[in-house]
């Protein structure tokens, strides 16, 4: 499904330049609910960038279905989130002037989907994250916990064929944090969906099928997860 | 650019104008408003001005048509004969002879120079309205002698300050009044009646009878110093001074279009330069205005923008929403603004404003209203592409870190 070859990121900012990458390889399959982890700086969320085609990487391949996305125009690279991508951000990144279902429905309209189906589409979604009475509710008017679901219920609602979520949980309480994890988990399940999920809290690690963690750009240990050391996993104050 | 996009356009701009701050909005309509009424406003008064003097110039002094002497002639000789023709012409209602003669009025020690007009007045009253404006005693009848009809501002107002150059002092109906004419005749009158037209020019005028004329001459008059015309308002006045030519009259005619392209043709000319200056300064303000309302809008949501571009939203789409947001701004200032100048036309109408040469009424043509409508939209949509399109070009990340 996902292919990184050798990828490396270099952020220049005048003399200064930062090596966020540097020189990751991995593949993730179809279906797989893969955790990337590690400390606060390591490349997690540069990782998830450029593998979500939201940022170009300074060398490396990246191929996606077979797809090598680094030739895709950006208008190519546009059609190619809209279609086949979904995200969900931290900060939950809902469009605070739409309701709850009009952030669903918003990329279908943007897609085509004819109304009656994007509209069955969301209040099944809805449902099934259970906030279909709240549907016509707008942002500020939600808790953290129900804002994150819409934008996972947004994120899905297209059948993506991958799921970035960039950590999802960092803004929301431990009840609402595991409610969120369950979601995830649930759809990948049920709806088979492969999941990318950026975290840095040990305990999600038990949700994932895999974890892969970094360090100062570069991957240290990829696999089923497993209780480790803690100084791996949090940031080295 | 799909029908699809522009829907998904329309839909983000209708819900960020709708549920963003309400006190953004409807700031932004009273401005779009305001600038709206200030680019329609100032040239409708003036217009509303022009039209004034234009009618006043028509109903009180020179009819549609005016006929004067040939070149280096003093003189329409034949009068009798020149009316017979032009009182045949299609299209013309009537004609009215002048006879003029330069004089200087007296009463009370007061001195006026002026010229004195000599009218067969039942030929008058059909071109000319001023018998309709008496304030005060009666117009003339055709065959009386001895009496003159005097305009107010030759006659002076009660209160002198209304008075806008020398007068007679407040001279009334049944006053009696010196006239000293430039050929050495000098008469004693009474005052028939005073006149108001609230035209300037018009109510300096002093008239007397074509007969009183040939008495004061001593001899019948068969020339006219000139002859102004009353046409059917069903044809122009080109028109009919076309037809008038071909009946082979040999004197000067001129509509008062000519007389007045002669005489206002600069003013005219300096007024549409001050009308294009307003203009363009009212679409400077609304451009300027429009991009800093679309700049702030989009400056607040690069973050979202940002979020929509990364979901796979296209850049014309984002684009467009803020072109639709600053359109239907534009559409609901232009119609507020169309609902001021109307209302200050109407309020106008009742209580005009007081000009030198008359109440004055703003003008306003469909025309006008609708070119201003088209320049406003156009300068609407270079204001809001512009921001939109600076925000909208952004890198996804730059946008989303913002
Ligand atoms: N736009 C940028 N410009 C310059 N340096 C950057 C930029 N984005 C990230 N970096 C640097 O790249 C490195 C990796 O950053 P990244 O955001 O990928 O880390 P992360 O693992 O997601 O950290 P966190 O857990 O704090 O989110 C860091 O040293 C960071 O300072
Ligand atoms: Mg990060």
């Known amino acids: 499904m996902i292919e990184v070859i050798d990828l490396c990121k270099v952020y220049s900012m005048g003399k200064v ?75 939950y990144a809902l469009m605070p002037e739409l309701t709850v279902e009009e952030n669903v429905y918003l990329t279908s309209m943007v897609r085509g989907t004819s109304e009656n189906e994007y509209l069955s589409q969301t209040k099944e979604i809805l449902t099934r994250i259970g906030l279909a009475e709240r549907s016509d509710a707008l942002q500020s008017e939600l808790s953290g916990g129900q804002q994150q ?89 | ?44 008064i003036i217009m509303g001005a022009i039209k004034n003097s234009e009618q006043s110039i028509i109903e009180y002094q020179t009819g549609n048509i005016l006929v004067g002497p040939k070149e280096n002639e003093q003189y329409i000789e034949d009068i009798s004969g020149l009316l017979d023709k032009l009182n045949r012409i299609p299209g013309v209602i009537r004609a009215s002879a002048h006879y003029s003669l330069g004089a200087t009025l007296k009463n009370e020690g007061n001195r006026v120079g002026g010229t004195v007009i000599a009218v067969k007045p039942d030929d008058e009253r059909m071109v000319t309205g001023t018998w309709k404006k008496m304030i005060e005693g009666e117009y003339l009848s055709d065959g009386e002698t001895g009496e003159v009809i005097i305009g107010i501002q030759t006659s002076g107002h009660k209160d002198e300050n209304d008075d806008m150059g020398p007068t007679l002092g407040y001279v009334r109906t049944g006053d009696p009044v010196t006239i000293e004419y430039t050929n050495g005749v000098t008469r004693e009158y009474r005052v028939k009646g005073i006149f108001e037209t609230r035209s300037y020019q018009a109510d300096m005028e002093i008239f007397v009878t074509w007969n009183e004329m040939e008495s004061v001459l001593g001899h019948p008059i068969t020339d006219s110093t000139g002859v102004i015309i009353r046409t059917s308002p069903d044809l122009p006045e080109a028109q009919v001074k076309q037809t008038i030519l071909r009946f082979g009259v040999q004197e000067e005619v001129k509509t008062w279009q000519d007389l007045l392209e002669e005489a206002f043709g600069r003013a005219i000319e300096s007024f549409s330069i001050i009308n294009s200056v307003t203009v363009i300064v009212s679409l400077v303000i609304a451009i300027v205005v429009l991009f800093i309302v679309i700049m702030i809008k ?35 200032g232009t119609i507020l603004g169309i609902c001021i100048v109307e209302g200050m036309v109407g309020l106008l109408t009742v209580f005009p404003i007081v000009f030198p040469d008359g109440d004055v009424t703003p003008y306003v043509t469909p025309g006008d209203l609708i070119s201003n409508t088209i320049l406003l939209f156009i300068a609407a949509a270079i204001a809001g592409y512009i921001p939109a399109w600076r925000v909208a070009s952004e890198d996804i990340m730059t946008a989303m870190r913002s």
């Not at chain 1, 947004?154 to 799921?163: H, K, S, W, Y």
């Not at chain 1, 969120?180 to 975290?199: A, C, G, P, W, Y």
């Not at chain 2, 009273?30 to 329609?40: H, S």
Request: a positive charge; hydrophobic letters at 45%.
């Open chain 2, 298 to 332: 989009t400056l607040n949501n690069r973050r979202q923008i940002g979020v929509l571009k990364a979901l796979g939203v296209d850049k014309s789409i984002i684009i467009n929403n803020y072109l639709f947001q600053v359109l239907l701004l534009t559409a609901a």
């Open chain 1, 149 to 237: 679901r819409v934008s996972i219920a947004r994120a899905v609602v297209n059948r993506p064929e991958i799921l970035f979520a960039d950590e999802p949980c960092a803004n929301l309480d431990t009840v609402s944090s595991q409610n969120i994890l369950d979601l995830f988990r649930k759809i990948n399940h049920e709806l088979h969906q492969t999941i990318v999920m950026v975290s840095h809290e040990e305990w999600h690690m038990e949700y994932f099928d895999r974890v892969i963690i970094l360090r100062d750009g570069r991957v240290i240990s990829d696999g089923p997860p497993v209780i480790r050391d803690h100084c791996i996993i949090r940031s080295p104050e």
């Open chain 2, 1 to 44: 650019m799909s029908l699809q996009h522009l829907k998904v356009s329309f839909f983000l701009a209708v819900r960020g104008l709708l549920r963003g701050s309400r006190g953004s909005l409807y700031l932004s309509i009273l401005i779009i408003a305001m600038v709206f009424t200030n680019m329609i406003f100032m040239s409708s």
């Open chain 1, 17 to 91: 330049s930062v090596d966020a990458l540097q020189g990751v390889t991995l593949s993730i399959k179809k279906g797989e609910f893969v955790g990337i982890m590690g400390a606060s700086g390591s490349g997690k969320s540069t990782l998830l960038h450029m593998i979500g085609l939201l940022d170009k990487p300074t060398s490396g391949k990246i191929l996606i279905g077979g797809e090598d996305i680094s030739t895709l125009s950006d208008h190519k690279k546009t059609l190619f989130r809209l279609k086949r991508l979904g995200y969900v951000f931290q900060d």
